[in-house]
């Protein structure tokens, strides 16, 4: 270890030189070391889907601009913190303006899903227009400095059914690949895929397609461990130190312990933090 953890409060050490941090990300990142992770992979809280409860919660603003500036400022704090040759992985889906409708009934399968406040339409956007939220962070990110690599669509063959007759069913997020610098570490052999007739193996594509899984303990969604696999596998080595400001259950955990990664997870729920530690200490 090159810095010094005393640093970090009420920090929770699982495992040698993996840890989930509890606290607010956007403190907590600050005393990360800097040039240390080979990547950060993670799915911040989306404007306006889910309440998570918390004060001042990220997702919650009613400005979306405000809502882009949190999550760049974020992720400028996270650039110092990965390696000159580390990535960031964004996953990050879509919404539409809410037109008139200020919450969002219920939903009986999916309770968090209810919100007791719903962002105004952004100014510029009409009710019932598809925001482009990830391509806009995206741009922003850009701005700051960042290599916009690609935008990788996850398509969800299982996506949740929609009961609109005016577009079709929103089936799938992105995942945006950014390099800290022009040149950056990125393993392609590593995640090569199969070609059609399965005989040969070519680079892997933009569209991967990776049903969602479910996990009723979780209030949110959960990355499906085959959506990370490849991530991780592309972009660190065995031993390398994965970041993730939104630990949630911790399948970025899980999956860097299945492939001898180590990581960091920031996460301000106990609740969650319990969740992830078990199923990390779950991973034989
Ligand atoms: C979309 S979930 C992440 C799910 C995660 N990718 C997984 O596979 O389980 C977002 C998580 O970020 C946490 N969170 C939200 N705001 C946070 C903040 N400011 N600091 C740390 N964690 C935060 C929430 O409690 C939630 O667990």
């Given at each position: ?17 993996s840890?989930?941090i509890?606290?607010d ?10 040039n ?17 409860g ?12 405000q ?38 009934a ?6 968090a899903r ?50 609109v007759?005016?577009r ?59 959506l ?57």
């Amino acid at each position: 270890m090159t810095f010094d953890f005393a640093e970090i409060e009420q920090k929770k050490v699982l495992w040698k030189d993996s840890l989930i941090i509890k606290g607010d990300s956007r403190e907590m990142v600050k005393k990360l070391p800097n040039n240390f992770y080979s990547c950060c992979v993670t799915s911040p809280p989306y404007w306006g889907k889910r309440d998570y409860g918390y004060n001042g919660q990220i997702g919650a603003e009613n400005e979306m601009d405000q809502y882009i500036k949190n999550l760049v400022s974020i992720f400028n704090v996270i650039k110092n913190k990965l390696k000159e040759d580390g990535t960031l992985w964004l996953n990050i889906g879509d919404s539409y303006t809410s037109g008139n409708r200020t919450w969002r009934a219920e939903d009986k399968k999916n309770p968090a899903r209810g919100m007791s406040f719903r962002p105004p339409t952004p100014i510029g956007l009409k009710p019932k227009d598809l925001i482009g939220l990830p391509w806009r962070i995206a741009f922003a990110l850009q701005e700051e400095g960042w290599y916009l690599r690609s935008d990788i669509i996850w398509y969800k063959p299982n996506c949740q059914p929609e009961s609109v007759k005016d577009r079709p069913t929103q089936s799938h997020e992105y995942i945006f690949l950014f390099s800290k610098n022009e040149k950056y570490f990125y393993d392609f052999e590593r995640i090569k895929e199969p070609t059609a007739n399965k005989k040969t193996f070519r680079n892997k594509r933009t569209v991967w397609s990776v049903n969602t899984e479910p996990f009723p303990d979780a209030h949110f969604a959960t990355f499906p461990i085959e959506l990370i696999k490849p991530i991780i596998e592309a972009s660190s080595l065995k031993n390398g130190f994965v970041l993730d400001p939104f630990f949630g259950a911790g399948t970025v955990g899980v999956v860097c312990k299945m492939l001898e990664r180590k990581f960091h997870g920031i996460e301000l729920k106990d609740e969650y933090i319990e969740i992830s530690k078990k199923r990390i200490n779950n991973v034989r």
